[in-house]
Nanobody, 108 residues
Framework: QKQLVESGGGLVQPGGSLRLSCAAS??????MSWYRQAPEKAREWVGS??????KFADSVKGRFTISKDNAKNTMYLQMNSLRPEDTAVYYC?????WGQGTQVTVSS
C-alpha cells in the first residue's frame, strides 16, 4: 500500500525555521513534491525533487530546500526565513498519492 506521512509542522516566529518530513512507504525512487494550502486559497506547488535535482516556486526560492534520504525513504523540506504568508497546511505528493498534511503557522 502506497502511503505518505508528513510531520514536523508547528508554530514558528517570523524569520524562524522548520523542517518538515515526508515518510514514504510502498514505493521508492520516484519524484516527490511539496504543496501547501493556505486558508481560503487553492493548493499551490512549493517544490519538487527528482533525479535531476530540485525546483521551487518563486515565492519560496532561496528560502526553502528539499532533500531526500533514500535509505529512510523520506523527503525533507527545510524552511528558513519564514514569513506569515507561509502559513498553510503542507502536503507531500508522489505518484498521485497525497499525505494527510501538516500545519505550519508563522506568527509572532
Amino acid at each position: 500500500q502506497k502511503q505518505l506521512v508528513e510531520s514536523g509542522g508547528g508554530l514558528v516566529q517570523p524569520g524562524g525555521s522548520l523542517r518538515l518530513s515526508c515518510a514514504a512507504s510502498g514505493f521508492s525512487n520516484v519524484a516527490m513534491s511539496w504543496y501547501r494550502q493556505a486558508p481560503e486559497k487553492a493548493r499551490e506547488w512549493v517544490g519538487s525533487i527528482t533525479t535531476g535535482g530540485t525546483k521551487f516556486a518563486d515565492s519560496v526560492k532561496g528560502r526553502f530546500t528539499i532533500s531526500k534520504d533514500n535509505a529512510k525513504n523520506t523527503m525533507y523540506l527545510q524552511m528558513n526565513s519564514l514569513r506569515p504568508e507561509d502559513t498553510a497546511v503542507y502536503y507531500c505528493m508522489a505518484v498521485g498519492v497525497w499525505g494527510q498534511g501538516t500545519q505550519v503557522t508563522v506568527s509572532s
